[in-house]
Every structure is written in C-alpha cells, then in structure tokens.
C-alpha cells in the first residue's frame, strides 16, 4: 500500500465519528490517486448494485442494449418470457461480442465471427460446423449471467454473484418514495455520455441544493433557491441520503422543468408537494425529483479522472402526452446536466494543485458527508470502526 493511499484512508476512517457539520471535503488526492480507484473498483464496483437503466425502455420482448462496467461487457434483453437477462456479452466460442450495436430488437443474437447463434434467455440455438469437435457439448455453452434486479421502475446489476438481494436493502426509501409512484414514469430523454472528472466529484453533486447558487444559478435558482435547501435525517441503514429544496411561491404548480403538479391518482404530503426531493443512492446514485418528474443519473467510473455518466429525465404519463412541455422540460434538464458535467472537468482540472485543500463543508451538504462515511465503511471498515472507537 501507498503512502498517500494509507493517507487518504484514514482520512475516511476519521469521517464516521466526526458530526456532519464538522466534515470537511475529501484531500485532493482523493480524485486522481490509482490506488484508491483500483480499491474502489474491487470493494465497490465489483460488489454494489449498479443502476443501469429503466425497464419500461425496453418494453418489448427481443428489445436489448448493450453495458459496460470494468471490464464485464454485458447485454440486457427483455426475453420471449418477459423476463429480463443481463448476459455476458462474450461469445463461448472464441471471446467476439456477440451484440456489436448499442441497442435493437431481436429475437436471436448471431456472433459476427463464426455465427454462433444464441437465443434471448443466452441459451446456445446453433454452433455451424462444431461436428467431430469433442469437447463441444452445446448445452454447456449458453452466455452467463449476471444478477439482476429491478427496483421502482430500474435496473441494477451486480458483478458478484454471491450479493445481498438488493430490494431489502431499500425498504427505507421504498417507504420515501411510495407517493412518487416512480415505477409509473415514462422516459421524456436518455443521456449518455463521458464526464472528464472522478466518478466522486460527479456523485457528490448530484446531492446537494447548495450549488443551484452558483452552477444554476439561471437555470435552477430561481425556481428552487438553494437557502431553502433543509437535510432529511440520514435512514439507520445507512445505504442513502437525501435532502429537500423548497419551491419558491411563483413555481408551485406548474408543469413545465421539474413540474410539481398534481397527478391523477397520486396523494402528496405538503413537503413533497411543495419540494424537490433528492435522494443520493450509494454507491453512486443521483435521483432528482418531483411530482411528476425525476432527473436521474448514474456515474459509472472508467479511470480515476474519467466517468460514464447514464440517465434520463422520466415524467409522469400525462406530462409525456404534451410536446410543449416535454420540450420546454427536456431542454431544462439538459442544460442542468451540462452545467453539471462543467463542474465535474473544472473541479477535476485542479485537484494537482499544490495549493488546493479540504474545504468545510455548508451544513445543506451534510449528504456529502454521509457519502464520505459510506466511503469509510466500505472501502476500509476494520480501519472506520478503530477509528471510531477510539474517538469514543
């Protein structure tokens, strides 16, 4: 181990006894140090559950897309039974991905190199020419699978075969989310793209109001003023965090951006109706919403200062049915996520200073400082819990 890696877990160790008003930012070294993102990806990345995509985007039998986390290249179809797989993108044969395209229909998948044909279950139909090979037995040939759950509406996978179920572990904001009725959303746009910036900076982001000051301050703040921002207190599990930002009077009601209307069928209490509603689900899990709408984003690391970052702005059936809207709305939504992303590169660009350094955190940033703790948990917890004690 490093010296600055054995730096920068003590640092994170120190954070689970340290009061959410008292933390500071993670050390600069924290979002550019090799060692610490090869220790994210194998006691995060290879073991959390990962939120890849909505189940209502491929509602059809044979409809799939392809995904990369690590080095695990997989395809997610929904099967002739209705079930969706998340297969190894492999061939058995000889390693060619057996879906080269993005996404698509189909109800078999042919590998380009030697036309080994699989069904959408990732049983192999055909082998051409496999007769006299001995130690081809086709039934041992089919893709393997990867565990995959739906949640409110999402997808997740897991690298490791042998995870906890992931739906116990949500009971919590299963509870939180119960009037948005999030699993009804429809897809208003799809975002997709790469983040110059540690997958961290991008995370922390996404769960917290305070920076609509600042980083939206035309497109966000006026709507959503980032002083009305409170913290709702952390769920004993501690698998998420959230927070609140309270309307200004002239915005309630209205349909169009992050519309907090009303909806048919749906009762709110007055916070929810009257707040956005930011829930960060660890690891790296970013779910904006109101009423009728949820901007979500999940931040999927490819090196220590790059990121993949998928989403989508997902609103309410009706809300759907409205050109006008769903324009005004999707244009809205886009340009906060790219504002975002200037955050992520720009905070990214001055991690290396010799003279940058951890800063307190605003106490509408306490979610940041749960982060850091769900960090030290899971990244080094014989280390968090020594350091907890002796603290007590």
């Not at 080095?71 to 061939?91: E, F, Q, Y």
């Not at 919403?289 to 220590?304: G, Q, R």
Request: charged letters at 20%; one cysteine or more.
């Amino acid at each position: 181990m490093s010296e600055t890696l054995d730096s920068l877990l003590d640092t994170l160790a120190a954070y689970p006894a340290t009061e959410d008003a008292a933390c500071f930012t993670l050390p600069p070294a924290a979002y550019t140090d090799p060692g610490l993102f090869a220790l994210e990806k194998e006691r995060i990345f290879s073991r959390e559950w990962l939120l890849i995509g909505r189940a209502n985007d491929i509602p059809d039998a044979g409809d799939w897309f392809t995904f990369q986390v690590l080095d695990d290249p997989m395809l997610i179809v929904r099967g002739t039974d209705g079930r969706i797989h998340a297969l190894s993108n492999v061939c058995r044969h000889r390693y060619m991905p057996v879906a080269l395209e993005e996404r698509g229909n189909d109800k078999r998948f042919v590998c380009a190199y030697h036309g080994w044909v699989y069904g959408t279950d990732g049983r192999l139909v055909a082998a051409p020419l496999m007769e006299g090979s001995t130690g081809f037995e086709k039934g041992r040939c089919a893709l393997p699978e990867y565990r995959l759950e739906e949640w409110q509406g999402f997808l997740f996978i897991n690298l490791d075969d042998a995870a906890a179920p992931l739906a116990p572990q949500l009971r919590e904001a299963d509870a939180m989310l119960a009037n948005y009725k999030t699993h009804e959303l429809v897809t208003g746009f799809a975002y997709d793209t790469i983040w110059e910036g540690n997958w961290k900076l991008a995370t922390e982001n996404g769960m917290e109001f305070y920076h609509h000051m600042g980083l939206h301050g035309t497109t966000l703040e006026a709507d959503l003023p980032a002083r009305t921002a409170t913290m709702d207190p952390a769920p004993p599990s501690g698998r998420f965090t959230h927070t609140r930002c309270r309307y200004a009077p002239q915005s309630l009601d209205r349909a169009d951006g992050f519309g907090n209307w009303p909806r048919p069928h749906c009762s709110f209490s007055e916070p929810e109706r009257t707040t956005a509603y930011a829930i960060g689900l660890f690891p790296n899990i970013s779910l904006a919403m109101s009423t009728a709408t949820l901007n979500w984003l999940s931040f999927i690391p490819l090196t220590p200062e790059r990121t993949r970052v998928i989403g989508g702005f997902i609103v309410a059936p009706e809300m759907a049915g409205d050109a006008g809207v769903m324009a005004a709305s999707n244009d809205l939504v886009y340009r906060v996520n790219e504002e975002d992303a200037q955050a992520t590169w720009r905070l990214q660009q001055v991690m290396r200073s010799t003279k940058a350094a951890a800063g307190p955190l605003n106490v509408r940033e306490g979610t940041v400082a749960q982060f850091y703790k769900y960090l030290a948990r899971t990244l080094e917890p014989e280390r968090a819990r020594g350091m907890n004690v002796a603290a007590e």
